[in-house]
């Protein structure tokens, strides 16, 4: 049940603490700054030159978080939407990895994609939540995010778990390229270690609730962010969309000056993420909208500078660009959350969506 919250998908949010530890429990120690799959036969990675990330909607944004992960540990990556996979993925062999990020494990469009990449010969592997899934059965390997079941229909602690899987894959991938863990597997094992506690914190007093309520009247909704930050606003606008019908767009924060910052009024906050990733730049882009009206919402730690320039604030702890852009991905759950509590939508099971789409 639902306990003391009133919709799964709160619920769901204030478990991404214990879904982290779920996931993370006998796979890292950050004492001997290893990292152990034993999901995994060992030598899965052997012999790989590039990956391919497929997926679809929050898993695809997931995806690209991963993408990025495993092109800073200094891995060929690209996410690519398994819808379009068949007529543009790019060519295979069996020196390709492609990894199917899936909650559910029935994605039609995903398993499609996956089983083509089979029959190119590609080594597969699935990042999923569900044991006994058409994915973790078809692909060659599975790794389970172990978040335990989501009702909500809108993906929110599987997204964060999958995410953090597919930076532990990265960091396990690079070893193996290069025989030895990446140089900054040091900083960032003990900060995973403590993604759990640093959640908490945030969820205790995360301030979205009066963010949702100073701008539930808006006509549209821009979120904007850079590197790992980027896909976090794609999945924050996707959020958005979903759950409370609202005009949402999520924009590199460089792309805004390209086209988009036409839309942009006072009736149109933007929420800028910041993963310390030139974060300078990100400032200067949501400057250049406050400069025509529009509200901006930093998404950053306190005492950052973006928070003396902007409208309002959304508060992450201080740690890694690897993990702040989850952090700040959390606030962002959260303000779709109240936002769409406020116009009394149907939270859990919004209109015309399904938890798990089974038709291409
Ligand atoms: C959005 C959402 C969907 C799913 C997508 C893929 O909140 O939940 O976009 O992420 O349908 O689903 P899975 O991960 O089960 O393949």
Known sequence: GKGEYDHFMLKEIHEQPTALTQALEGRIDPENERIALSDLDPET????ESVQLIACGTSYHAALYGSLALNQAGIQSTALLANE???SAPPTDDDTLVIAV?????TADTLSALRQANAEGATTVTVTNVVG???AREADEAVFIRAGPEIGVAATKTFSSQAVMLTLLGQCIAAEQHGEPPADLGSLLPELATMPDMLDDLLVDSGADLI???YADSQSYFFIGRGLGFSVALEGALKFKEITYEHAEGFASGELKHGPLALVTPDTPVFAVFTGEEDEKTLKNAEEAQTRGAPVVAVCPDGHR???VADAH????ETEPALAGLLANVQLQLVSYYA????DRPIDKPRNLAKSVTVE
């Open 85 to 87: 996979y068949s007529v």
């Open 314 to 317: 959304l508060e992450i702890p």
């Open 212 to 214: 949702a309520e100073q």
């Open 133 to 135: 899934s058409t994915a």
């Open 45 to 48: 990675f052997t012999d790989v």
């Open 306 to 308: 973006a928070v003396d």
């Open 102 to 106: 899936t909650q559910s494990g029935e």
């Open 340 to 343: 769409a509590d406020l116009l």
